[in-house]
């Protein structure tokens, strides 16, 4: 099994800024699809973003774009959502997803990261 593992999340204030991280101990920045997802209490876990490392193409959720950023670094082998400008409603646990194509079935899962945006 793949095993994905998140880290940078936490606590900020409004209009502040958080990278987070996903690392795996398999190659994910060669091929796949690497997303973040996120979920709110009470709320269906949401795509954020994804990058299709076929071709590098990204694709963002209309409430993110502008704000957000998704990279992948060969040499880290990791993939990094860059979140600015962030406001409360982008609380959430945030996961790491990785899938072999886009609209694929699911590899594997993070175990989630918890990313709170005070006011």
């Known amino acids: 099994q793949v095993q994905l593992a998140e880290s940078g999340g936490g606590l900020v204030q409004a209009g502040g800024s958080l990278r987070l991280s996903c690392t795996s101990s398999v190659n994910i920045v060669s091929h796949y699809v690497i997303g973040w997802y996120r979920q709110a209490p009470g709320l269906q876990r949401e795509l954020v973003a994804h990058i299709d490392n076929s071709n590098g193409r990204a694709n963002y959720t209309d409430s993110v774009k502008g704000r957000f950023s998704i990279s992948r670094d060969k040499a880290e082998n990791a993939v990094y959502l860059q979140m600015n400008s962030l406001q409360p409603e982008d609380t959430g646990v945030y996961y790491c997803?990785?899938?072999?194509?886009?609209?694929?079935?699911?590899?594997?899962w993070g175990q989630g990261i918890q990313v709170t945006v005070s006011t």
């Open positions: 997803n990785l899938r072999l194509y886009v609209g694929g079935p699911t590899i594997s």
